[in-house]
């Protein structure tokens, strides 16, 4: 009887804090009866585990659990239809790109969006695939956190994974900083071979601009999307005919700049030069 007892007190204890609850979000119910005694050994630190008092760290758990061979994300028996939900509370048009490059980075080209819904409080969307192998969550949140997006939390039920996302001050890491010190005798020089590129905007002033020329010189026809710190768009800047160079105004809340040529992206291929100047006209090229 004693035995069956200290099983007993062992098993609410298994069942009874954060750590273990997390473990059951992500282990087939099978696999955590048949391995629960190695689950224990493993997670016997709990501390270790922990993001924060009572609150379970869910990725070290996933990767542990992976490293131990207790959460399978690749499949012997074949492909199979997959899914991954993400949610947030903000910035939806931000986190559909850090998801979107990372997921692209990890070769999950194939993915597709299938349902997506979202109220006052959050955003949620969900892909679908079909794959030999699950997203793995370890990988999933290095390449997350280049956007400084946190995966808060992860579940698991059956084929279909849920992955709660949260950032206290995103960035997109591909941006390169135009600062105040770049004039148009001292310019950022920027080159990207796709020819698409993104600026992170400094703090400026209403009367600010900012200029844009091809590196190699030459006529290009500007095509510039501003968007503010959540990646919503504020401003599309055009030009109608190939110019040699562009200066716009910033508009109000401006965190971001987006480049590319109207035509053909790879005639920026070579590189841009961007420069910042002081003048309270409107946006003209020339």
């Known amino acids: 009887m004693s035995k069956i007892f200290a099983f007993l007190f062992l098993a609410c204890a298994m069942f009874g804090d954060a750590i273990s609850d997390k473990v059951r979000a992500l282990v087939d119910p099978q696999s955590y009866v048949m391995h629960q005694r190695l689950i224990e050994i493993v997670f016997k630190?709990?501390?270790?585990?922990?993001?924060?008092?009572?609150?379970?760290?869910?990725?070290?758990?996933?990767?542990?659990?992976?490293?131990?061979?207790?959460?399978?994300?690749f499949y012997k028996d074949g492909p199979r239809n997959l899914s991954a939900t993400f949610r947030t509370t903000k910035s939806p048009l931000f986190f559909l790109k850090a998801v979107g490059d990372s997921l692209s980075d990890l070769g999950y080209n194939f993915t597709r969006i299938s349902a997506m819904r979202?109220?006052?409080?959050?955003?949620?969307?969900?892909?679908?695939?079909?794959?030999?192998?699950?997203?793995?969550?370890?990988?999933?949140?290095?390449?997350?956190?280049?956007?400084?997006v946190k995966i808060d939390d992860i579940s698991k039920q059956g084929n279909a994974w849920s992955y709660s996302l949260i950032s206290k001050n995103p960035t997109l890491p591909e941006a390169i900083a135009l600062e105040l010190k770049h004039t148009s005798d001292d310019p950022l020089s920027v080159q990207n071979m796709s020819g698409e590129y993104w600026i992170?905007?400094?703090?400026?002033?209403?009367?600010?601009?900012?200029g844009i020329r091809k590196k190699t010189g030459g006529l290009w026809v500007v095509y510039?999307?501003?968007?503010?710190d959540a990646l919503q768009p504020i401003q599309t800047a055009t030009s109608a005919n190939a110019v040699k160079a562009f200066l716009s105004p910033f508009p109000e809340n401006a965190a971001y700049l987006k480049i590319t040529d109207n035509d053909i992206a790879v005639a920026?291929?070579?590189?841009?030069?961007?420069?910042?100047?002081?003048?309270?006209?409107?946006?003209?090229?020339?």
């Open 45 to 73: 630190n709990r501390k270790e585990f922990l993001a924060e008092p009572n609150r379970a760290d869910s990725v070290k758990i996933a990767s542990t659990l992976k490293d131990n061979g207790l959460l399978d994300i």
């Open 118 to 148: 979202s109220d006052e409080l959050f955003f949620e969307w969900t892909i679908a695939y079909r794959s030999d192998h699950a997203i793995d969550p370890a990988q999933l949140s290095r390449k997350l956190a280049a956007f400084r």
């Open 200 to 210: 992170k905007l400094p703090k400026h002033s209403a009367s600010s601009r900012v």
């Open 224 to 228: 510039a999307v501003f968007y503010d």
């Open 268 to 286: 920026l291929q070579h590189g841009l030069q961007l420069w910042i100047e002081v003048n309270k006209n409107q946006a003209l090229g020339h």
